[in-house]
């Protein structure tokens, strides 16, 4: 294997998982999405909550999509199998999030033919059903799923396909797994603590600042525990493994366990982004003006995303394990793109600095002064 | 097989039904975002007011299409995936980096500065807010310039090449892809087409106010930027429609035999300005007329597929056929092989394939290399090699036909309606001539017409090839049950035109609404 195209491939992925990072991270807009009951009590105070959700969504959805792209072109045969086999897991994360692209827009206009609670039943399902679904989807990273690929079948002009799931259930079995969805609700109250965060930070109001700070508590309990009962499954199950150079995979007892001893420095990140999450909560939980919890668990939680994709693709391990055909399953060399596509879009990515740094202003200039019930009834263009 | 057929034929409606509820919204995003960013420059450099007032109007219209645009195209991308497996694996190496830098260059951009656009007017400067707007709708651009980069390339396939050992088509040149002539082409077409229908949307809502007597000075205002941009936009659009229709002759002439209903061709071959096609005429091979009655332009067809006078054009049943000379990829003169001799070379190259794996096996080299080198004789015709008939390779005439047809009935209205309507505001007497400003209004659904039609002749004129001549439909597909595609394609169409409705009765409120405040 030549050293470039082994660079390429570790970069991609190290570009992928950072997606997932900030991906799960941005999740927050999809928490905030299921506390609105929770924590506002009169319109006003929902208004607000919406407002300042609305003004972010589209960097979740962005980099969802993004997301995507990234893995297409960095990882087609991922691309290939995994949407094309677990095709209802797939098809319902995305009408989840086709509904929720309209519902900031249009819940509060009139003639919007379904009505607010409609558009506000479309958040909550997408609150729900989008970051579960998307928590059961990275799970199969770690637990696997039922295909078997064949590059010869391509020649079978009867049935030229390629990858083929191996069950009728076209994912949804991912989704009864009880590992993926221990992943899936983790995701989910890790999201419910991030948006109470981030509306303590975006809001000025003190009625909403006490109702998040609590929810930080309630929801950080259940996160707490659930994501340590799914770290300490993921360490002592078994993975699979193939040696330097060799295509070969073979299962190893506690690969995962082994990856983070054989990588320290991905351990460090890991301990460095769980200490920041649990920085905020402890801080937020209990602090009466403390409004940087969201910087804290938002870095913490890229962190911990980062590292756990690190476990999940480098140091000779499958990324997606095939519970079928040991054989058939991805890894970064054997599923990327050819160095010359990867070499490309390593161009390409020299952007984002300069992407994030936009962002940042953007971001900067809109938050600059805080959501206030003023500014919501002032008559300008709001949700 | 029966199956397989099944679940091409849905998946085709999914992906066909998807793109066609997103190209609603998408050239308006495009002509709109133009617009709006016009007057707004407008308001920057007079600091007038009421500049400022019609591009919050227009812009709250924006919003709301926007969104559903976005709701309508992440679906697209996905579908690849998941509909499309063996196309994502067989072409993924290059058809993925467009997809990729155009969420990293354009989604991201778009997504940032709409957020200023829509909230940031007392947030930030009149300049960072106008730099904002133009920024969302160039971020919208550059998401159309890759997407069609894209499209261009499975048309018109370059830059790679296939390896028999990862057995897909790997690219050798970035450039050669992203400067395709029919990406350029293509380019420009589309998104000058989104100017239109953003210049008869402005138009048409401007028109209505002025019946009402409401609005007056926005719908003034407004109907002359509408109009100029739409003027301009239809103006590329004919120079590049006039080059898609030469590309098309050259890379994908049975695309061109099918917009003009061409059987057998000849030369200074006429063009349809008019016809029925005959319904009797059921395949190529029988003896029925393919017209029941027909108006020609003669000689117009070659000129403009050839550049010359007496052009020969080649019909349906000569491409089926071959024997005419023409020109091969790279330029050079060829007597065009029949769709049976590409069938057997397409063989030829699946089996060359099958060899080359098998040597491969069998750590044979000088079999791999005999192989390789049949395949790459055999390639370029691979697709051929999933074929079992010539009139598989024959895109659905009729639909190709028609929509052509009302494309270039109904461009040609537009070029004359922006020129009437420029020409009216310059005499003063548009505000007064009723039925004119009617016949404003009621372009704007003829204007979705229009659109509609130039992507079903994109997009069903290349039939059956999702890559021109190296992949067909049914070979690209992901192995999933008939039953699961129709569901899916169900709930698509329930969900979007629901969504459509709640748009266009969001729309209708807007307007009637006008720039009171509340």
């Known amino acids: 294997m030549e050293l470039n195209e082994f660079f390429y491939q570790h970069y991609w992925w190290f570009l992928i998982s950072l997606l997932g990072a900030l991906l799960v991270f941005l999740l927050f807009v999809q928490g905030g999405q299921t506390l609105f009951s929770a924590v506002a009590k009169k319109p006003i105070e929902k208004t607000m909550l919406v407002n300042s959700l609305g003004r972010k969504w589209e960097f979740t959805f962005t980099t969802l999509v993004v997301f995507g792209g990234a893995f297409f072109a960095s990882f087609p045969l991922f691309y290939s ?50 970051i579960i679904l998307l928590g059961i989807a990275v799970g199969t990273f770690f637990t696997g799923a039922d295909f078997r690929i064949d590059k010869n079948n391509l020649m079978d002009v009867s049935m030229p396909v390629i990858s083929t799931w191996q069950n009728p259930s076209h994912g949804l079995e991912a989704i009864v797994d009880w590992r993926n969805l221990l992943l899936g609700v983790t995701v989910f109250f890790l999201a419910r603590v991030q948006a109470s965060l981030y509306f303590m930070n975006n809001i000025d109001d003190d009625t909403i600042y006490i109702r998040c700070r609590r929810q930080v508590l309630y929801n950080a309990i259940p996160f707490v525990v659930l994501f340590l009962t799914f770290v300490a499954v993921t360490l002592l199950s078994d993975g699979y493994e193939f040696a330097d150079g060799s295509s070969e995979i073979y299962v190893r007892p506690y690969k995962y366990f082994f990856n983070l001893v054989e990588m320290p420095w991905v351990a460090v990140l890991f301990l460095a982004g769980v200490a920041s999450v649990l920085y905020a909560i402890i801080r937020a939980a209990f602090a009466t003006k403390w409004r940087l919890g969201i910087w804290f668990s938002g870095i913490g939680t890229v962190l911990v995303v980062l590292s756990l994709f690190f476990l999940a693709g480098y140091n000779n391990t499958p990324y997606y394990p095939s519970a079928t055909d040991m054989q058939s399953s991805l890894t970064i060399y054997n599923s990327s793109s050819s160095l010359f596509t990867l070499e490309v879009m390593s161009v390409v990515s020299l952007l984002l600095p300069f992407v994030l740094g936009y962002i940042f202003y953007a971001w900067r200039a809109m938050d600059r002064a805080p959501i206030t019930e003023l500014e919501m009834e002032s008559g300008e263009h709001k949700y | 097989m029966n199956d397989l057929f099944s679940v091409v034929d849905w998946s085709r409606a999914q992906f066909a039904l998807t793109a066609m509820y997103h190209w609603l919204f998408v050239p308006l995003t495009l002509g709109l975002g133009l617009i709006v960013s016009i007057m707004e420059t407008i308001y920057y450099r007079t600091g007038d007011e009421s500049w400022k007032r019609i591009t919050k109007f227009w812009m709250t219209l924006f919003g709301v299409n926007f969104a559903i645009g976005v709701a309508t195209g992440i679906i697209l991308e996905f579908q690849f995936g998941t509909n499309w497996s063996n196309y994502s694996w067989f072409v993924g190496d290059i058809f993925g980096a467009p997809l990729a830098i155009e969420g990293i260059m354009a989604f991201f951009m778009e997504s940032t ?128 429609g006039d080059g898609s229709a030469f590309q098309v002759a050259e890379k994908q002439p049975m695309k061109l035999a099918a917009m003009e209903g061409v059987y057998h061709g000849e030369k200074g071959q006429g063009l349809v300005a008019f016809g029925i096609l005959n319904p009797e005429k059921k395949s190529y091979a029988d003896n029925e007329d393919a017209f029941l009655f027909e108006i020609k332009v003669p000689k117009l067809l070659s000129i403009l597929a050839t550049r010359q006078v007496d052009g020969f054009v080649p019909g ?203």
């Open chain 1, 81 to 130: 199998t995994s949407f094309g086999g677990a095709y209802w897991l797939w098809m319902a994360i995305l009408f989840s999030f086709i509904i929720q692209a309209v519902s900031y827009e249009y819940r509060s206009k009139k003639g919007n033919l379904l009505g607010t609670k409609v558009y506000d039943i479309f958040l909550l399902i997408n609150g729900f059903v989008g």
């Open chain 2, 113 to 240: 500065f709409i957020a200023i656009m829509f909230f940031g007017w007392n947030k930030v400067s009149k300049r960072a807010h106008l730099a904002a707007t133009w920024l969302t709708v160039i971020g919208a651009t550059i998401s159309a310039l890759w997407i069609l980069v894209a499209n261009a390339w499975m048309q018109y396939p370059v830059g790679m090449k296939f390896n028999p050992d990862t057995v897909r088509n790997e690219m050798f040149s970035f450039w050669e892809v992203v400067s395709s002539p029919v990406a350029v082409n293509k380019f420009f077409h589309t998104v000058t087409s989104g100017w239109v229908l953003g210049g008869i949307f402005v138009m048409s809502v401007s028109a209505w106010y002025i019946l009402k007597n409401r609005e007056m000075n926005l719908a003034k205002r407004s109907m002359k930027v509408g109009a100029w941009v739409g003027l301009v936009g239809m103006l590329i659009v004919a120079y590049t």
């Open chain 2, 316 to 518: 349906i049943n000569d491409i089926i056929n071959g024997g005419y000379v023409t020109k091969n990829l790279a330029g050079d003169e060829i007597v065009a092989p029949s769709v049976m001799e590409k069938m057997a070379k397409g063989k030829k190259a699946v089996e060359a394939l099958s060899a080359y794996k098998k040597a491969q096996k069998q750590g044979d080299e000088e079999a791999m290399i005999a192989a390789g080198k049949a395949l790459d004789e055999n390639y370029e015709y691979f697709g051929y090699g999933y074929v079992t008939d010539p009139s598989q390779v024959i895109p659905p005439v009729p639909y190709v036909f028609y929509a052509f047809h009302v494309m270039i009935t109904l461009g040609c209205y537009f070029l004359l309606l922006f020129i009437v309507v420029l020409w009216l505001i310059r005499k003063d007497r548009l505000y007064k001539m009723k039925w004119m400003l009617w016949v404003c209004v009621i372009s704007l659904p003829i204007a979705y017409i229009c659109l509609e039609s130039g992507w079903i002749v994109a997009e069903m004129g290349r039939q059956p090839w999702v890559i021109e001549s190296i992949m067909p439909t049914f070979a690209a597909i992901s192995k999933i049950g008939a039953a699961n595609v129709q569901t899916t394609f169900w709930m698509f169409a329930a969900l979007f035109t629901v969504l459509l409705i709640a748009e266009v009765g969001i729309m209708v409120k807007q307007i009637k609404k006008g720039t009171e405040q509340k």
